[in-house]
């Protein structure tokens, strides 16, 4: 006879009930406890055989001591046990769902009060509420990388393959952020894309690295403005880097072409803390001094009259001659003037 069987349909990839296993396996290990299932994903079961047995149930015939079963009694008819539990696990009002009842179940327990205040309105049963246990082991500190590059071979599509199979062998939890326009997307779950935008300073402040594995690069915005943010990098060795001031343990890991000796656990372990100075702008010297009137301009709003229909992307709105005079600065005044969409009133 075994002590403790516990029970569920349908074992699926992400869930509540799903976590509620593998806690209750991973604290009662030493139990005697045996999980049944119908169906179920390869993952979540592999993760709870780790501490306990898991079988799936074909029909046969069971005893135990303590049979437990979540929502479903599936199995039921073949158990003989002492203690038969039926773990609610959801406010059947909110899901609209009549609760399965039957006679042979000596014990019912909630996870929440709200639960077990709805179950027992809607089937006259007491529950016993327990909430769900856990145990949360100290988390590893995320790898946090930052990208902004063309998924490319020449930017360095194939190392990023190779770095992120890197991480994963040390198992580094870690989460690279990759802003690209890219269709040809790289199959990895730890890797998430965004589409670009003209300003990623704030996620570059964010990122314990900028990543950028280039084969060549002229010169890159996106090193730089790590550096200036202090936010070290990881980059290839590349002329034009050396001379931006990048530094190989100083506020970089400057890695080899083919990602030979790559120091995977002194990047997650140890990372860089600098002063950057960017280098001299020169560009005072080549432009004509004068003051500009732009920004003065921008501030100057005049009135104008509609002449002719069109969509005004800086209003948001449809704009046509029947409408009532309105105000937009000088510049704006200007350009729409060319394109004879108003006239000044």
């Not at 027992?120 to 590893?140: A, F, H, R, S």
């Not at 990602?259 to 280098?279: D, H, Q």
């Not at 921008?298 to 992307?313: A, G, P």
């Amino acid at each position: 006879m075994k002590n403790n069987c516990m029970f569920l349909k349908c074992i699926n990839k992400i869930g509540g009930i799903e976590t509620f296993l593998y806690e209750i396996a991973k604290i009662y290990k030493n139990y005697d406890l045996t999980i049944y299932y119908e169906s179920g994903d390869t993952d979540q079961i592999k993760r709870l055989k780790k501490y306990v047995r898991v079988k799936q149930y074909k029909g046969e015939k069971i005893k135990c001591k303590t049979a437990i079963f979540n929502y479903q009694l599936f199995g039921l008819e073949n158990i003989e046990a002492e203690e038969i539990i039926q773990v609610i696990h959801a406010d059947y009002k909110a899901i609209k769902l009549k609760p399965i009842i039957d006679n042979r179940v000596t014990k019912y327990i909630a996870v929440s009060k709200q639960v077990a205040n709805v179950f027992e309105e809607l089937t006259g049963k007491k529950c016993e509420v327990i909430y769900n246990p856990i145990e949360v082991d100290k988390p590893k500190k995320v790898l946090n990388l930052v990208s902004a590059t063309r998924l490319t071979y020449e930017k360095g599509k194939n190392r990023i393959i190779k770095l992120g199979k890197m991480l994963d062998e040390q198992k580094i939890p870690y989460l690279w952020t990759i802003f690209t326009n890219d269709t040809e997307k790289i199959d990895n779950p730890s890797i998430v894309y965004m589409k670009p935008r003209l300003d990623i300073r704030d996620y570059i402040a964010n990122a314990d690295y900028t990543v950028q594995l280039s084969d060549t690069e002229g010169y890159c915005y996106t090193i730089q403005e790590s550096l200036v943010l202090g936010t070290p990098v990881i980059v290839t060795d590349i002329p034009c880097f050396k001379e931006m001031g990048v530094k190989n343990g100083e506020n970089a890991y400057v890695l080899d072409f083919d990602l030979s000796n790559v120091p995977i656990n002194e990047i997650y372990k140890v990372i860089p803390k600098f002063e950057y100075r960017a280098k001299e702008n020169k560009w005072d010297k080549y432009l004509a001094s004068g003051e500009s009137t732009y920004q003065k301009e921008l501030k100057t709003m005049v009135e104008v009259q509609c002449i002719s229909k069109y969509n005004d992307l800086e209003l948001n709105r449809l704009i046509t001659p029947e409408d009532k005079p309105y105000k937009v600065n000088k510049i704006r005044a200007e350009e729409l003037e060319e394109l004879n969409f108003i006239i000044r009133r």
